[in-house]
């Protein structure tokens, strides 16, 4: 299958900073990425849908001006969680999808914690 | 709106058995069910994708039905493993929205 590399697998950062998360497409071209949250014991919930080239959709309930999403080029998708606090302390997973293909891939997952 | 579910929640088995899990899904509009694991703390590893025209799909030990006019999925997992125990993860792709619903997964212990 396709290869979504995630970057980086783990982070901490200080309470009001910002962090940008890379999801990259290694061997295809992502058309379509997806952002997810998973917080503990819990299921993967939307967050943003980025189509290369356009602005990102966003979920009800999820704050577009805090979680930035830039899908600038077909392999590169981030997101940065702007003046981060320790709510945001969560595991952010992206997929990709491309052109006319249904089945998205997933990248390893971003580990944030805010202190 | 498309609402997915997994029953149980948790389940705990001796090594060697059978099992099924099951997923339900609210809206029959689906491109594909999809079904994960996801081990604590790491991200998903796809185990098998059934578009809506098919009916199953088969990897190994794993066994995916899929029944789209009652909503309704289930992964057979044959003669259970230790590595078996993770979380599984049934998702639907949305024919009316193209976004991946997913379920809040089931938890699997295989007891040696």
């Known amino acids: 299958g396709a290869v979504v590399s995630q970057h980086p697998s783990w982070v901490i950062c200080k309470s009001g900073t910002s962090v940008k998360i890379e999801c990259r497409s290694l061997d295809f071209q992502a058309t379509t990425m997806f952002w997810y949250r998973q917080f503990p014991k819990q299921s993967l919930m939307l967050m943003a849908t980025s189509n290369e080239g356009s602005k990102a959709t966003y979920e009800q309930g999820v704050e577009k001006d805090k979680f930035l999403i830039n899908h600038a080029s077909l392999t590169l998708s981030t997101l940065t969680v702007t003046s981060a606090h320790p709510e945001d302390s969560s595991f952010y997973i992206c997929s990709a999808r491309y052109r006319g293909q249904t089945e998205a891939f997933f990248g390893q997952g971003t580990r944030l914690t805010v202190v | ?112």
């Open chain 2, 1 to 112: 709106k498309q609402e997915v579910t997994q029953i149980p929640a948790a389940l705990s088995v001796p090594e060697g058995e059978n099992l099924v899990l099951n997923c339900s899904f609210t809206d029959s509009a689906i491109y594909n069910l999809q079904w994960f694991r996801q081990d604590p703390g790491k991200g998903l590893t796809s185990l098998l994708l059934i578009q809506s025209s098919q009916r199953e799909q088969t990897s190994g030990r794993l066994n995916a039905s899929l029944d789209k006019s009652s909503g309704r999925s289930t992964l057979y997992i044959a003669a259970s493993q230790p590595g078996d125990s993770a979380t599984y993860l049934c998702a639907a792709l949305s024919g009316n929205t193209g976004k991946l619903i997913f379920g809040q997964g089931t938890t699997l212990q295989v007891k040696p």
